[in-house]
């Protein structure tokens, strides 16, 4: 793909390289920008990296686990958020790359760095399918919500599919699939070290190395989303047809943006099964399939920012309702969701920073 | 005679499939077909009317007379839930997806709450026949029955009376309703309450064959979605012959291989039509008459 | 079932998450037990009363001076019928609020689940369901039947009084996979055939299919392994059909109470054998519900996992009582005397050190055209038998693993 220059708004000098890339921090596409905004995000960085200093090791475990799925929300984001497609079925995705990650660790074990291995594999092959799923889909002109239910299709054959592989006749090497009941037995990532292996069980090691995924990602699908394939997904979703005349075959950069959410939905699902050592048909299920649309639309879909707090928000509050609501927990949870969809559509999170930067330009003046 | 007898089995269990799929998405058709709301609340619908059947049947009302209880009921819960929440909705498909995920949590837990993780049903009615070495159940031809007079009732409601005209032309062209002196706020709201009376009446007609419980809706969900999907907009031709092709091909793989190849198939089916005809079976209907 | 009775123990719970912020353990502080069970969600059916059995032999147990002295503080959370909530769950309760032994799980699925981390932090966990058998774990407790407990009573019982044919239907998943398993191979020992073996995806509500597949066979009886309410709708639609086949299981009934659910005659000629249910006429049985309907008069039914449940806090107390600690290690080795037994509701039962399994009184239940039931026959003392003789002696070796009769362990 040639890189087209985009006109620089402050009219700099053209930049190129990394320096290019590095200007694609901020952008249209994406809200926060200036000297405040980064000084929040580096601010919030080291909030996090001190965290565990406070907290016991459960705790941090805890945001350990809710950093696993950040990863699934922001692929949501960039799939329907950006692109327009409600796909329905990032969970496929989640449950192949989970399947995956465990197979391949069972079979080759977790020495020299394998579980790494493992964990790219995995990513890879949920890419690829999502990359098979959307040629399918977008070259055949499926949109609107035929999206959603060839996606949720899809995940549905995968989960009832792999529910009654409980047989022994169910296994790929010595992985056996185990159906219904799922599959354990696979080792946690492991960092190969002289004089012992480093486990990352859930924990304040593992917390560390998911906080710098998710800072990573976050920041690269920033860079992303405000390089020209950003400007023409966001072009896709407001006007299809114009983009099309405008000479772009929105066909591939769909199936691209697909293929990527896909990819990062695989992550959450590979990190899943290694944070747990268990990985079940039932994460493809009907229930599991709404949390992502859940998270994504509660956070806002519009900006990869809002969708990565709006994600950790839902979940840890879902979690704290469960624990301290009770029976009236669901209960809650539904009222959330009618409650953002009438007052706040574009998500929570994102009318809050809305809001918060419109009141900090008034202080400003 | 063994050619009666097997072809009755045949059409039986095609006749179960289509009835099953027909009286359960003829709600969801309506709804989405006319307004663009995708109701995923559907399935409580189907718990409110089944569970408010199953009730006043065991008070003693006949069941025909109870059925009709449990469809209404849905239907006002139904027009509520339209001035309150629907109302803001209209041709925003996806925020409807999340808006009606969130009743749904809240309607399953609230019956959980309130009434308990089950409730007690009524018997299936009419007992047996026997055709051939088999006995069939005769509430099942019942069902079958219904389907395909609900799919009259329908065509007859829609396009006989001046209702059906009104409600048409509102989904159709609402401004020029508007503009012609239809009140479309009315006009949708009863339109959502049908939808959701349709839903109550599916659920009174299937409560006497299932389990009752807060979550049943689920077990209908996902196949009146897609046969809704598949079918497109419009109900006639879209939804009923969607359901057709789909039961036929449930039941044949059903029957050839068993209920898991049923389901999957089901499934893939879907895609495969989906993939085929873009915008749904109505659409290339219709782009055939041309 | 109205107010939630656990308002009063979640205090005690927030309580205890806060003294588990404490730095040091306190050895003489109550002993807490973590509990976490499906309040809500597919399973609340059959799991809110599991609680309650939890609930009642601790207000015993306390009553009566707590086990040796400390009182017993129970720590309570809602799973959600969600795989992940044991998952985040279990976690917590083992790592936060630090608790002596958990009692959790329904399905399967949940206990591989929770199985791991409880693995990983070396706690003691009881599952108290009946199951598919073959867990071989130190960790773990098990209180619920296995097939060898319900199926070798049961199939020869069956094939005795209607004939040799079965057809079994089951539920297309482990569970329903390993007893069909375990059904094929009694009735090819006793000499039957098997004329149908049907595997029923979860979540499937209609069976005509199914039901003529049955009456075209030459079944003398149907073993039903169907779980989930949506499976459950096969016994309406049966008799709708006019199926009237004697039928056989070992799931329904006993947890799910589903005579007590679904209109008469839907479940009649259905025989179940289980470890204990609520109509049971044995003293012990009778006055544990009497004590049980004191407590919680709305209950619906009281099935045999909340015996289970209740039948394991009381075999815990008598093993910490005989270890005089809460430490894991020190009540295996009670275990491993091989003479933890409790007199309960169900008869008397004991923990069987070679798989941590427990035996069972195994009652026939056959429910009659009005849904009231009879006990034709009463097996005492069924052991769980397959593990040990397969080759699991969790008094030399902690493989941490499930078997199955298909994947026994390891020759030794």
């Known amino acids: 793909m040639n890189p087209i220059e985009l006109p620089d708004a402050s009219e700099a000098p053209a930049r190129r390289g990394l320096k290019l890339w590095l200007s694609r921090l901020e952008g249209p596409q994406t809200m926060g920008r200036g000297p405040a905004f980064w000084a929040v995000v580096v601010l919030a960085v080291l909030a996090a990296l001190s965290y565990p200093a406070f907290a016991n090791d459960y705790v941090v475990g805890n945001a350990a686990y809710f950093f696993v799925w950040t990863f699934m929300a922001m692929g949501l984001g960039v799939v329907w958020g950006y692109c327009g497609a409600l796909s329905f079925g990032q969970t496929a995705f989640f449950g192949l790359a989970g399947y995956a990650y465990g197979v391949i660790t069972i079979n080759i074990g977790s020495a020299f760095g394998a579980t790494w291995l493992a964990l790219l594999l995995a990513v890879a092959l949920g890419g690829v399918f999502a990359l098979l799923i959307g040629y399918f889909m977008f070259y055949g002109r499926i949109k609107g919500v035929f999206v959603g239910i060839v996606t949720l299709s899809v995940t549905l054959v995968l989960e009832t599919f792999m529910a009654q592989t409980a047989g022994p006749q169910w296994r790929i090497g010595d992985a056996r699939l185990n159906g219904f009941n799922g599959m354990s037995g696979m080792p946690p990532l492991t960092v190969p070290w002289p004089g012992g292996d480093i486990m990352l069980y859930s924990g304040t090691a593992l917390y560390y190395v998911l906080l710098g995924m998710v800072v990573l990602c976050y920041l690269g699908l920033r860079m992303l989303l405000n390089a020209p394939f950003g400007n023409v997904l966001v072009a896709i979703r407001e006007n299809p047809e114009r983009a099309e005349m405008l000479g772009y075959d929105i066909r591939l950069y769909q199936m691209l943006a697909f293929g990527l959410g896909g990819a990062l939905a695989g992550l959450s699902g590979a990190l899943y099964t290694a944070w747990g050592q268990y990985i079940t048909p039932s994460s493809m299920g009907l229930t599991a399939a709404a949390l992502p649309i859940v998270w994504v639309a509660v956070g806002g879909r519009r900006d990869i920012t809002a969708t990565l707090l709006g994600c950790l928000l839902v979940i840890a509050g879902f979690q704290s309702l469960t624990i301290y609501g009770s029976q009236y927990a669901l209960v809650v949870m539904g009222a959330l969701l009618v409650f953002t969809v009438l007052v706040t559509p574009d998500g929570l999170v994102f009318t809050a920073i809305n809001r918060m930067g419109r009141l900090f330009k008034r202080v400003r003046r | 005679m063994e050619f009666f007898p097997a072809s009755f089995s045949i059409f039986y269990q095609f006749g179960n499939a289509f009835a099953f799929l027909v009286i359960s998405c003829a709600g969801l058709a309506v709804i989405f077909g006319m307004m663009g709301i995708i109701n995923l609340a559907h399935g409580e619908f189907i718990m409110c009317g089944a569970y408010v059947t199953a009730s006043t049947a065991r008070a003693g009302l006949p069941l025909p007379l109870a059925i009709a209880c449990g469809a209404l009921t849905a239907a006002l819960v139904g027009m509520v839930l339209e001035r309150t929440v629907i109302r803001h909705l209209y041709h925003r498909p996806l925020d409807s997806i999340i808006a009606t995920w969130g009743i749904s949590l809240i309607a399953t837990q609230a019956v959980l709450i309130l009434l308990g993780p089950s409730m007690s049903g009524t018997g299936t009615p009419l007992g047996s026949t026997l055709v051939g070495e088999r006995s069939y159940s005769i509430y099942r031809l019942v069902l079958f029955a219904s389907a395909v007079g609900l799919l009259g009732g329908l065509y007859l409601l829609f396009y006989r009376t001046r209702f059906g005209v009104i409600a048409r032309a509102t989904i159709q062209r609402p401004e020029m309703a508007r503009a012609l002196g239809v009140d479309t706020r009315r006009v949708y709201g009863l339109t959502f309450g049908l939808g959701a009376g349709l839903a109550g009446l599916a659920g009174g007609l299937y409560a006497p064959t299932m389990t009752m419980v807060p979550t049943m809706g689920a077990t209908f969900i996902v196949e009146s979605f897609v046969t809704v999907v598949v079918g497109g907009a419009d109900i006639f031709l879209g939804a009923a012959p969607a359901a057709a092709i789909l039961a036929v091909i449930k039941a044949a793989l059903t029957a050839w291989y068993g209920q898991l190849f049923g389901q999957i198939g089901l499934l893939v089916a879907v895609i495969v039509v989906i993939r085929v005809m873009p915008g749904g079976l109505s659409a290339f209907i219709k782009r055939w008459q041309r | 079932m109205k107010k939630n009775p656990n308002r009063h123990l979640m205090a005690a719970m927030l309580a205890g998450t806060c003294i588990a912020g404490l730095p040091a353990m306190a050895q003489d502080g109550p002993i807490k037990i973590g509990v976490l069970e499906d309040q809500s969600g597919d399973f609340a059916a059959a799991t809110n009363v599991k609680v309650h059995a939890i609930e009642l032999a601790t207000k015993e147990i306390n009553d009566a001076g707590g086990i040796d ?344």
């Open chain 3, 69 to 412: 002295g400390r009182p017993i503080e129970l720590v309570i959370y809602d799973t959600q019928s969600d795989n992940r909530r044991y998952q985040e769950f279990m976690r917590r309760v083992l790592q936060q609020d630090q608790v002596d032994v958990v009692f959790a799980g329904f399905s399967s699925a949940s206990r591989e689940a929770y199985r791991p981390i409880v693995n990983q932090f070396d706690g003691l966990a009881f599952y108290n369901n009946q199951y598919e058998g073959g867990v071989c774990d130190a960790n773990m407790i098990v209180t619920g039947a296995v097939p060898e407990q319900q199926f070798s009573t049961l199939i020869p019982w069956m094939m005795e009084e209607y004939g040799p044919n079965v057809y079994t239907l089951a539920a297309d998943y482990n569970f329903g996979q390993i007893s069909a398993e375990w059904v094929r191979q009694i009735v090819d020992e006793q000499g039957g055939t098997m004329v149908g073996e049907e595997f029923i995806p979860l979540g499937v509500s209609q069976f005509s299919q199914t039901i003529q597949n049955i009456q075209e066979s030459d079944a003398d009886f149907v073993v039903t392994l169907l779980v989930g309410a949506a499976q459950a709708s096969y016994y309406e639609q049966a008799n709708a059909s006019n199926v009237d086949l004697p039928m056989a299981s070992s799931v329904n009934v006993g947890q799910g109470y589903e005579h007590k659910r679904f209109t008469p005659p839907s479940l009649s000629q259905m025989h179940v054998t289980t470890n204990y249910i609520e109509e049971i006429d044995t003293p012990a049985s009778n006055d544990f519900v009497e004590r049980f309907r004191a407590m919680f008069p709305d209950e619906p039914y009281i099935n045999q996992e909340a015996a289970n449940s209740y039948i394991g806090i009381n075999l815990y107390k008598q093993m910490v009582e005989r270890a005089g600690s809460t430490d894991h290690d020190e009540i295996r080795a009670v275990l491993g005397e091989g003479d933890v037994c409790f007199d309960g509701p169900s008869g008397n039962v004991c923990l069987d050190p070679q798989s941590q399994h427990m035996s069972h009184t195994i009652y026939l239940a056959k429910v009659e055209e009005d849904h009231s039931i009879s006990f034709p026959e009463v097996w005492e003392n069924i052991e769980p038998y397959w593990l040990g003789d397969a080759g699991c002696d969790l008094t030399q070796n902690d493989p941490s693993a499930q078997y199955t009769p298909s994947n026994p362990p390891p020759a030794q």
